[in-house]
């Protein structure tokens, strides 16, 4: 038996300790309230001052990832057992003896000897919450397959009061408000309020719900359906490599997204596409909407005509968006030579939180002759022929209908920035009184009780709408930073008192103007500052040493359950397969890398398929790779005719560590193997996995060993890197009408990134992009009177200067902190957040009574002189409460940063340097360290480069 797993302070610890004073395992009845009441039960190991992290993934608040000893529940059966390893022993075992043994590794690694270890039994939590029905539990489990470890996350037993959202209990808790219920996914604690879209027409509803032929041929082949009658175009570049061999589709997209709507009428010798079809030779309009889809070899994808006529019909009928074209249609018929123009209008004077189906003079209207001077902002005005795409704003309420007809089937009203919140009148001055973009889609994906979505029930289209959804959510922000551009600058506020002083009112040509900055989430800078943080974890507590790879299984229990009848392959569709990185760290005084410490946490072997067949059975689904090479060159992974994930790998009989420090894991030629595809595979294509996170999760969770700084910065920037990238950019559109030359970060970002419909959701619902513990507090720093001020080029100079907040900073407001408390006169800058937290609103430090947290401070080029040297002060100066204390060395207060760096001895040897570049090391790459030290040996800084 391991001694590893019975240390109390060098194993990993999944517990889960639960106090349920009501629990529902049913579906509640129309008018039920549930509500949920949790005991949290903290778990202090010697881990706790690094993290303590609630499981994201588990149905319970009381998850805690540890670092402590392996536990299990009890079973069925209601038996008490002590998980060590791959053994199980009496849970009244307190001490265990291993056999004394040397075990001498590959090069690199160190003799080591195993030692007794004294364990204390933890009491054993039951992780069975339905007592009543636990005998149809199991059964139900064995039906499916699935093992008593596995952690179900149960049903969508919680129905929200207010709109009658359909929730999971964690989505319910979720930001709960104690005694609400309603919640805050779904409409934000009751505030947004939107109309029901109305029901769609019966016969075509049953397109949606039916099996037979023709709907599963209409299900397959939606999105295809929909851009037949679809209005506008989509901008953006569909990325179809993505969807290679039998995995579920995606939906991604790159590039900037938009939708661009034609003229009326298609130039001479052009074929009508879109909104044209509506108006240009409909005697012939199903063969014209067909042959936008010609020339597809795969019979199976190629579109029905007797669908698009029963979907013509079904338009012609309802939509009002389709009659308003079919007018056109009739006034041209009648008049060819017309000068005619469409305005879809775009304000609504109805209220949007009960009206969402406008009628035909409210959505569209036509002008004969010459604009009137009554076109608004958002409104739209379609040309007859001008040979240009025009883009419709976000904003428009037709904005989704013209791009979904299929979801659509009315013409529904989609997003507008008119609709308050509930109870808010248009006199109200609340700051938020108006539904946000975010708000409005948050609301309609949701699945509610006794109502059927078109949306939601879309398959394919249902990603595409998520990705649609999210684009124009990230398109206003966009559009917001870049209006910024031309009202706010940044500059000091020592330059701004110089302007003030040399007469100047006028400050709108002062100062730089700011672009995609750090608070962006996504952005370059955001993802760069996220890497900065993980690193400086690594300066306290050393590099983590476990990295684990988590991918969603579309197979889950939970998902099935939620599937309507025979519905099942294709609303697996729009599940996604989303994933989630994670670094973990160890105890200190568990570092070194050894057998004990490998073996009993990572196994890459198949198991034995008597022995444990639960456990074979979920190697065989999750975690074998391949085949690939020669037996399947079209597998994913292969690249110029080789793996590109060096499987398979080599055989070994013991777990070491090569001369590089990496792990090589026990991989024996033990004749277990598992047969797919016809080939047989055996220990050398074995993912490596935690055998207790598999059982109880059930998906694809590869844990990798990793303590060793020459992978850690690639760790740390793969998980922040952020979506998904392209490396060239994306094609523009064929618009010759558009001429647009300027690049700057926010084109950047946009050509370069892909989003699927899974990060659309996550986004949408605002679930966290990362997440770290302890806090990393980011400190900034100045030299004195140059701290930045951000303000606007119509701000008059005396407004900007007068304001109480420009002449603090975090910086300044910590030196006042040292002038009158002793603690904190006891830290450096860096450990200052460990014992203090940053109020925002009042500007100021106060003492920290909960949470955990460090600093950081931000990195400076030694090229910038005066603020380098400051900044090798702060990491040495402790309690300064101005600046000349900080340049003040045994009662003397030098001239410059520099001078008082020589006083404290700093600078008398290049020892300040090398700690310069080993700092600089923990996070930046080998090119910045290279271009570092040039940069020393161009300042003259180093006395004795060659060294």
């Not at 009751?190 to 599963?216: C, G, H, I, W």
């Not at 009628?359 to 608004?376: K, R």
Request: with cysteine; proline share 4%.
């Amino acid at each position: 038996m391991s001694s590893y797993a019975e240390n109390n302070n060098q194993s990993i610890n999944i517990v889960r300790q639960t106090q349920n004073v009501n629990t529902f395992t049913t579906p509640p009845k129309h008018n039920t309230t549930i509500q949920y009441y949790h005991s949290f039960t903290d778990v202090r190991t010697p881990f706790s001052n690094i993290t303590n992290v609630i499981n994201p993934l588990s149905n319970n608040r009381n998850d805690i990832i540890s670092f402590d000893k392996y536990t299990t529940s009890k079973l069925a059966n209601k038996r008490q057992y002590h998980v060590l390893s791959n053994e199980m022993t009496s849970k009244n075992a307190s001490t265990v003896t291993t056999s004394s043994s040397s075990i001498k590794l590959n090069p690199g690694c160190h003799k080591l000897k195993m030692k007794t270890r004294h364990l204390s039994p933890i009491t054993l939590i039951d992780l069975t919450e339905d007592v009543e029905n636990i005998h149809q539990v199991n059964n139900e489990n064995l039906i499916v397959g699935i093992s008593n470890e596995y952690l179900d996350h149960g049903d969508q037993v919680v129905v929200c009061q207010t709109c009658r959202a359909k929730l999971w209990r964690n989505e319910s808790i979720r930001g709960k408000e104690k005694g609400n219920t309603d919640y805050s996914l779904c409409c934000g604690y009751d505030k947004v309020q939107l109309p029901d879209l109305k029901n769609a027409p019966p016969t075509y509803e049953r397109m949606f719900r039916n099996m037979d032929s023709k709907s599963k041929h209409f299900m397959k082949n939606i999105r295809r359906y929909n851009s037949m009658f679809s209005f506008t175009s989509m901008g953006g570049k569909i990325d179809s490599s993505i969807n290679r061999g039998n995995a579920p589709y995606i939906f991604r997209l790159g590039g900037q997204n938009y939708h661009s709507i034609g003229s009326l009428l298609p130039a001479k010798g052009s074929e009508p596409k879109f909104s044209q079809l509506y108006i240009y030779d409909t005697d012939n309009e199903i063969t014209n909407r067909q042959r936008c889809f010609r020339g597809e070899k795969d019979q199976s994808t190629s579109t029905d005509s007797d669908i698009i006529e029963d979907i013509k019909v079904m338009l012609d009928s309802n939509n009002v968006l389709v009659r308003s074209y079919r007018m056109v249609r009739d006034t041209f018929q009648k008049n060819p030579e017309v000068d005619m123009k469409l305005r879809l209008i775009g304000r609504r004077e109805q209220d949007g939180r009960t009206y969402n189906l406008p009628t035909a003079s409210e959505v569209a209207a036509l002008i004969i002759g010459d604009i009137s001077d009554s076109i608004e902002k958002r409104d739209i005005v379609v040309q007859t022929k001008n040979g240009c795409l025009q883009h419709i704003s976000e904003l428009h309420p037709s904005y989704l209908p013209l791009q979904y007809s299929l979801l659509f089937p009315y013409g529904d009203d989609g997003y507008s920035v008119d609709i308050l919140h509930r109870g808010v009148s248009f006199t109200n001055n609340s700051k938020r009184a108006k539904c946000t973009m975010r708000e409005y889609f948050a609301y309609r994906i949701q699945d509610r009780d006794h109502s059927f979505s078109l949306i939601l029930n879309s398959r394919r289209l249902f990603q595409q709408f998520l990705v649609d959804a999210y684009t124009m959510m990230e398109t206003e922000r966009m559009y917001y930073i870049s209006r910024q551009q031309h009202v706010l600058r940044c500059d000091s506020y020592e330059n701004l008192r110089n302007q003030k002083a040399q007469g100047t009112t006028d400050i709108s040509n002062v100062g730089q103007r700011v672009i995609l900055p750090s608070s962006f989430t996504g952005g370059a800078r955001y993802m760069l500052q996220n890497y900065l943080d993980a690193m400086s974890l690594c300066k306290w507590f050393g590099y983590p040493d476990f990295f684990i790879t988590f991918t969603c299984n579309p197979k889950w229990p939970e998902i099935k359950r939620i599937l309507h009848f025979n519905q099942k392959t294709g609303l697996i569709y729009y599940v996604g397969l989303p994933h989630s990185h994670i670094c973990l760290f160890m105890h200190s005084d568990n570092k070194l890398p050894t057998v004990e410490l490998i073996d009993p946490i990572i196994s890459a072997e198949i198991p034995d398929r008597i022995e444990d067949p639960k456990l074979y059975s979920l190697v065989n689904e999750f975690m074998v790779h391949g085949p690939c090479g020669a037996e399947n060159m079209n597998c994913p992974c292969m690249v110029d005719k080789k793996c590109s994930k060096n499987f398979p790998k080599q055989f070994s009989n013991h777990s070491s560590v090569d001369q590089n420090g990496f792990p090589l894991y026990r991989r024996r030629n033990d004749g277990h193997f598992v047969e797919k595809s016809g080939v047989r595979l055996d220990n050398r294509n074995v993912v490596p996995y935690n055998k207790y996170l598999l059982k109880r999760y059930q998906a694809y969770i590869n844990i990798e060993w990793c303590n060793q700084g020459s992978s850690i910065k690639y760790l740390f920037k793969y998980i922040n890197k952020g979506p998904d990238r392209a490396t060239v950019a994306v094609v523009p559109t064929n618009n010759e009408c558009e001429n647009n030359d300027a690049v700057d970060e926010i084109a950047e970002y946009y050509d370069c990134r892909y989003l699927s419909a899974c990060e659309a959701s996550w986004r949408i619902f605002t679930y966290g992009v990362h997440c770290r513990y302890p806090y990393v507090v980011r400190l900034p720093f100045h030299l004195p009177n140059q701290q930045q001020i951000v303000y606007g080029e119509d701000d008059d100079i005396d407004d900007v200067l007068d304001k109480p907040s420009v002449a603090a900073s975090k910086f300044t407001a910590w030196m006042e902190r040292n002038a009158i408390d002793s603690e904190a006169r006891k830290l450096t800058y860096v450990e200052f957040p460990t014992k203090f937290v940053w109020i925002l609103n009042g500007r100021f430090w106060k003492r920290r009574k909960v949470g955990k947290a460090i600093g950081r401070i931000h990195s400076v080029s030694p090229k910038l002189g005066e603020a380098y040297f400051l900044r090798i002060l702060l990491n040495k100066v402790k309690g300064p409460t101005s600046f000349d204390d900080i340049r003040t060395v045994n009662g003397q207060t030098h001239s410059s940063f520099r001078d008082a760096c020589y006083a404290l001895g700093l600078l008398d040897d290049d020892k300040e340097y090398i700690d310069v570049i080993k700092e600089a090391s923990h996070s930046g790459s080998s090119f910045y360290l290279r271009f570092l030290f040039a940069t020393l040996l161009m300042c003259n800084s180093m006395s004795k480069p060659e060294i």
